[in-house]
């Protein structure tokens, strides 16, 4: 008896999965967090969804929102110093704000 089996099942992925360097996510979320840009934009042309390009972001950062750190810290207690810095580090770059 000869069964046929397909090269693959129907509904799978026609890609392999594609796995990034966590140099290429940083640069990448670097590119998304400079004022002004397009998000979506820097995803298309790195070839990626937008949706991953946000998950990397939140990933590296701590959450969805540009330029800002996570932390559970209560801010009453950390503005009470002389004078308040955020430090954000995304691969080897540091911000200081």
């Known amino acids: 008896?000869?069964?046929?089996?397909p090269d693959?099942?129907?509904?799978?992925?026609r890609q392999l999965r594609r796995f990034w360097s966590d140099e290429f996510k940083a640069t990448a979320v670097e590119?998304?967090?400079q004022p002004g840009v397009n998000m979506?934009?820097?995803a298309r042309q790195i070839g990626i969804l937008p949706s991953q390009l946000y998950?990397?972001?939140r990933e590296l950062l701590g959450n969805d929102e540009p330029g800002?750190?996570?932390g559970t810290e209560?801010?009453?207690s950390v503005a009470s110093g002389p004078d308040p810095v955020v430090e954000i580090i995304i691969?080897?770059?540091v911000d200081l704000r």
């Open 8 to 13: 693959r099942l129907d509904g799978s992925p």
């Open 40 to 42: 979506s934009a820097i």
């Open 91 to 93: 691969g080897n770059i």
């Open 55 to 57: 998950r990397w972001r």
């Open 68 to 70: 800002q750190t996570a």
């Open 74 to 76: 209560d801010p009453q």
């Open 31 to 33: 590119r998304a967090c």
């Open 1 to 5: 008896m000869i069964e046929a089996v």
